[in-house]
T-cell receptor, first 109, second 116 residues
Framework: AQRVTQPEKLLSVFKGAPVELKCNYS??????LFWYVQYSRQRLQLLLR??SRESIKGFTADLNKGETSFHLKKPFAQEEDSAMYYC???????????FGTGTRLLVSP | EAGVAQSPRYKIIEKRQSVAFWCNPI?????LYWYQQILGQGPKLLIQ????????DSQLPKDRFSAERLKGVDSTLKIQPAKLEDSAVYLC??????????????FGPGTRLTVT
């Protein structure tokens, strides 16, 4: 069965500190992995996807098939990064998304 | 472009009552999704439409939930009768097809349902 695990409900850091939001997945095939973000009072929106291999707002995520992980990283956190972050997996069949439980990132000044 | 629209934004009902939610996807998006997000959890897919056909409804509690997308555009999700455990945010999303599969999903603002 497909499963996405985000072990941390809350991650609190100071501005300028490095950030790593953990995501592990289980999937028998070749998955597509995504990070979605929801800022306060805004809609859930796509942050980045592993196939793009790009950095968005300073965030990067590398798919590690050996460890079945897709951790989200940023070297220097900003206060505006405070939000709810969801890791998601898309199966290649029906193309549906399976979400993790989310991690709330709080960046303090 | 206009985003995904949902109404109502908030709804409070008593258990055993019925409720309906409406979604208008982004123009031209053939695929529409309904998700249920219970407090403290990630969104869970209830049903996925491709135009007006159902692609996946494996997690839809069919004894009380129903959804339709008659003309392949707007969609409604209904709960009848509601239970306390149906209290959640109901999200609608839409996407289009791109080379290699479905493009990213765009989410609506959600409807927060409270069942008392």
């Amino acid at each position: 069965a497909q499963r996405v695990t985000q072990p941390e409900k809350l991650l609190s850091v100071f501005k300028g500190a490095p950030v790593e939001l953990k995501c592990n997945y289980s999937y028998s095939g070749s998955p597509e992995l995504f990070w979605y973000v929801q800022y306060s009072r805004q809609r859930l929106q796509l942050l980045l996807r592993h196939i793009s291999r790009e950095s968005i707002k300073g965030f990067t995520a590398d798919l590690n098939k050996g460890e079945t992980s897709f951790h989200l990283k940023k070297p220097f956190a900003q206060e505006e990064d405070s939000a709810m972050y969801y890791c998601a997996l898309r199966d290649t069949g029906f193309q549906k998304l399976v979400f993790g439980t989310g991690t709330r990132l709080l960046v303090s000044p | 472009e206009a985003g995904v629209a949902q109404s109502p934004r908030y709804k409070i009902i008593e258990k055993r009552q019925s409720v309906a939610f409406w979604c208008n996807p982004i123009s031209g998006h053939a695929t529409l999704y309904w998700y249920q997000q219970i407090l403290g959890q990630g969104p869970k897919l209830l049903i996925q439409f491709q135009n007006n056909g159902v692609v996946d409804d494996s997690q839809l509690p069919k004894d009380r939930f129903s959804a339709e997308r008659l003309k392949g555009v707007d969609s409604t999700l209904k709960i009848q009768p509601a239970k306390l455990e149906d209290s959640a945010v109901y999200l609608c999303a839409s996407s289009s097809w791109a080379s290699g599969g479905l493009d990213e999903q765009y989410f609506g603002p959600g409807t927060r349902l409270t069942v008392t």
